[in-house]
């Protein structure tokens, strides 16, 4: 057996060449978010995992969800991420403001966020990307039967309830389209300039070694329903045209096992989609951050599987470009809304 790797952005390229030219390897590593577009270059699994008896329920559910397409599970994950929403504690603690706690609400987000932005700084930083996450935690849906649904009224709340963070209250940086959004929020939280900001628990590790203040873990705010926490991660399947499918799933079945996923989780890398190893990484990459531990296990126990279409790489382009024209006040969130759903269907 060949190891072959290749850069994050190259691998996505190269992925459906490979598979056009039968030379895609016997495994093949698979992201969630990438699934509808890659699914049907894989074998199905579920006959698989009942012939051996393989404990699917062993695994977080909503990365389970994340793994398959159309109801068929088409990867072993071997990681799971919830987003959350990270914080510097040392500005919660300068302005006397109380720092969040698992079950918190939007308007109490914004209310923290108001109380944080002042002397320059800004209580929360605001991604085009993190419409979907943003909705899904309030519970509005934007994908109906598997559609992009932009229109409805549910994700035009949720994308007003975003874009009034930025061109409303102000409590967030307005972000230029064009950019790359997640590395500008990022760097202006690692400088100690935004004092909140949504990322996933795989950047935390690196996040204690960037910045020089004290960050603390919560789960994104709900709205008026339970959270709904979307998560993302990666694991592996079995090319649909290997000719050692046998030998590929007993070897998928090795790399996500209970004793792969701990030493992942020693590394403090991976936080394991296998819910009985998380204990793991609990202990080593969380044991510093405020919250961590708590804030994690309550979003898993309140997680969904990030709905997204076979070209979500194109609606958060779409994202990209047209929400920074809201942020700033020259459109509306609805027009937003309206404006990316066309395009997005349409090419």
Do not use: C
């Not at 109380?115 to 935690?137: H, V």
């Not at 996933?200 to 709900?222: E, S, Y």
């Not at 609990?282 to 997204?308: F, N, P």
């Amino acid at each position: 057996m060949t190891l072959k790797t290749a850069p994050w952005g190259d691998y996505w390229t190269k992925l459906p060449v490979l598979a056009a030219s039968g030379q895609l390897a016997d495994i093949v590593a698979m992201q969630s978010l990438r699934m509808p577009n890659f699914y049907s270059i894989l074998e199905p699994l579920g006959d698989r995992a009942k012939a051996d008896s393989f404990d699917v329920d062993a695994f977080d559910s909503s990365i389970i969800g994340g793994m398959s397409a159309n109801g068929e599970l088409y990867g072993l994950p071997y990681d799971v991420g919830p987003w959350m929403i990270f914080y510097n504690k040392d500005m919660f603690a300068a302005d006397g403001v109380a720092e969040p706690t698992p079950g918190w609400t939007f308007d109490e987000f914004v209310t923290t966020a108001k109380a944080l932005t002042k002397d320059g700084n800004y209580g929360a930083g605001i991604t085009p990307q993190n419409f979907s996450i943003i909705a899904s935690a309030l519970g509005d849906h934007y994908v109906t039967d598997g559609t992009l649904d932009l229109t409805n009224a549910g994700a035009i709340a949720a994308a007003q309830s975003m874009v009034d963070l930025v061109a409303t209250d102000k409590v967030a940086p307005v972000v230029a389209s064009g950019s790359d959004p997640g590395a500008f929020i990022s760097g202006r939280f690692d400088a100690g300039n935004v004092g909140m900001y949504i990322d996933g628990p795989w950047a935390m590790i690196n996040k204690i070694d960037t910045v020089d203040f004290q960050i603390g873990l919560a789960p994104l705010p709900r709205g008026e329903g339970d959270l709904e926490a979307a998560t993302a991660g990666s694991g592996f399947g079995i090319s649909a045209s290997s000719t050692h499918k046998d030998a590929a799933w007993q070897a998928i079945q090795v790399i996500t096992s209970p004793e792969a996923l701990v030493y992942l989780a020693s590394q403090g890398r991976a936080l394991p989609a296998r819910t009985a190893q998380q204990v793991t990484w609990y202990d080593v990459a969380a044991k510093d951050v405020a919250g961590a531990r708590e804030a994690l296990e309550y979003s898993l126990a309140h997680s969904a599987t990030y709905e997204i279409t076979d070209n979500w790489n194109a609606v958060e382009n779409l994202f990209n470009q047209y929400f920074p024209q809201a942020f700033a006040g020259s459109a509306t969130a609805e027009a937003t809304m309206n404006a990316v759903q066309s395009l997005a269907v349409n090419q």
